[in-house]
């Protein structure tokens, strides 16, 4: 079954760091880009950042650039999203996602939710 | 960067046919037609409903159709059932921003 879990969510204090993991399996991890996406409480979707296959490049939307860094390790089948300087407004369920072939993304995880306390 | 347009709420009764639209500046989704479609329900993941404007993955019902003209993007779901009450979302992928755009979602209520 393709699928992506993600984990590393919690409870962190505003200023603080998180990692968050994303393993995937079913699929070749090693050719497809891929996403994290993040839903504050109540609220749409947001893209937040993306890598490439081979691990470059990477995108960012503005309000993380600085503060988050997106990895992967092919060998293990993971990405990860590092998390700094937290602040309230990135609260929220962050989804991990597979880049399909073009311009769109085919399988999501069921999210972990990070909660930042000001 | 700005998210795309879509009404907050479109509702229709069993069996009708609906369309939520999708609206941004051409920058953003007119000059590309990398216009994706997301279903979400309550507390799970979003669902991929259609790619490419206009093209289905395999397992999603064909009561869902995707169509564009201009700057608008458009969804429509025909024969509207209870099962596909949920939020919907459009993204487009601006070649020229490197980055994936949403759409401010909407909410289907089936009557």
């Known amino acids: 079954e393709v699928q992506v879990v993600e984990s590393g969510g919690g409870l962190v204090q505003s200023g603080g760091s998180l990692r968050l993991s994303c393993v995937a399996s079913?699929?070749?991890?090693?050719?497809?880009?891929m996403n994290w996406v993040r839903q504050a409480p109540g609220k749409g979707l947001e893209w937040v950042s993306y890598?490439?296959?081979?691990?470059?490049?990477?995108y960012y939307v503005d309000s993380v650039k600085g503060r988050f860094t997106i990895s992967r390790d092919n060998a293990k089948n993971s990405l990860y999203l590092q998390m700094n300087s937290l602040r309230a407004e990135d609260t929220a369920v962050y989804y991990c996602?597979?880049?399909?072939?073009?311009?769109?993304?085919?399988?999501w995880g069921k999210g972990t939710t990070v909660t930042v306390s000001s | 960067q700005s998210a795309l347009t879509q009404p907050a709420s479109v509702s229709g009764s069993p069996e009708q046919s609906i369309t939520i639209s999708c609206t941004g500046p051409?920058?953003?989704?007119?000059?590309?037609?990398?216009v994706s479609w997301y279903q979400q329900h309550p507390g799970k993941a979003p669902k991929l409903l259609i790619y490419?404007?206009?093209s289905r993955p395999s397992g999603v019902s064909n009561r869902f159709s995707g169509s564009m003209y201009g700057n608008t993007a458009s969804l429509t779901i025909s024969g509207l059932q209870a099962e596909d009450e949920a939020d919907y979302y459009c993204?487009?992928?601006?070649?020229?921003?490197?980055?994936?755009?949403f759409g401010t979602g909407t909410k289907v209520t089936v009557l």
């Open positions: 051409s920058r953003d989704i007119g000059d590309y037609h990398y």
């Open positions: 996602a597979r880049d399909a072939y073009g311009y769109y993304m085919d399988v």
């Open positions: 079913g699929f070749s991890f090693s050719t497809h880009s």
């Open positions: 890598i490439s296959s081979s691990g470059s490049p990477k």
């Open positions: 490419d404007v206009s």
């Open positions: 993204s487009s992928y601006p070649l020229t921003r490197n980055l994936y755009v």
